[in-house]
């Protein structure tokens, strides 16, 4: 088992700043593949970011590339996601999931997650 908890979320402006936090314990960190999902009322989980094992390796979704920075400090057993030039559409819970071994775009190959954080852009 690997729980997850976020931390990070809050109401910005437009054009505003956010760090997300996603501490990791029961198993590994270094072991999993990591990647931030995020759900705004009334629409389906989307892909937002995802980071390999070692941090070497990343993807985003089109929507926040550019924008949207996730990085990881295995010793530490933390993901972040840096959210820069926050639009009003970046308004959502976001949550952290975690997978063995390699990255994924599809929420459904993951299977722990943690309980989300909210993230409010004012216009």
């Known amino acids: 088992q690997v729980q997850l908890v976020e931390s990070g979320g809050g109401l910005v402006q437009a054009g505003g700043s956010l760090r997300l936090s996603c501490a990791a314990s029961?198993?590994?960190?270094?072991?999993?593949?990591m990647a931030w999902f995020r759900q705004a009322p009334g629409k389906e989980r989307e892909f937002v970011a995802t980071?390999?094992?070692?941090?070497?390796?990343?993807y985003y979704a089109d929507s926040v590339k550019g924008r949207f920075t996730i990085s990881r400090d295995n010793a530490k057993n933390t993901v972040y996601l840096h959210l820069n030039s926050l639009k009003p559409e970046d308004t959502a819970v976001y949550y952290c999931?975690?997978?063995?071994?390699?990255?994924?775009?599809?929420?459904?190959?993951?299977?722990?997650w943690g309980q989300g954080t909210q993230v409010t852009v004012s216009s």
């Open positions: 999931a975690a997978r063995p071994i390699s990255r994924s775009t599809h929420s459904y190959d993951y299977a722990y």
């Open positions: 980071i390999s094992q070692s941090g070497g390796s990343t």
């Open positions: 029961g198993r590994t960190f270094s072991n999993y593949a």
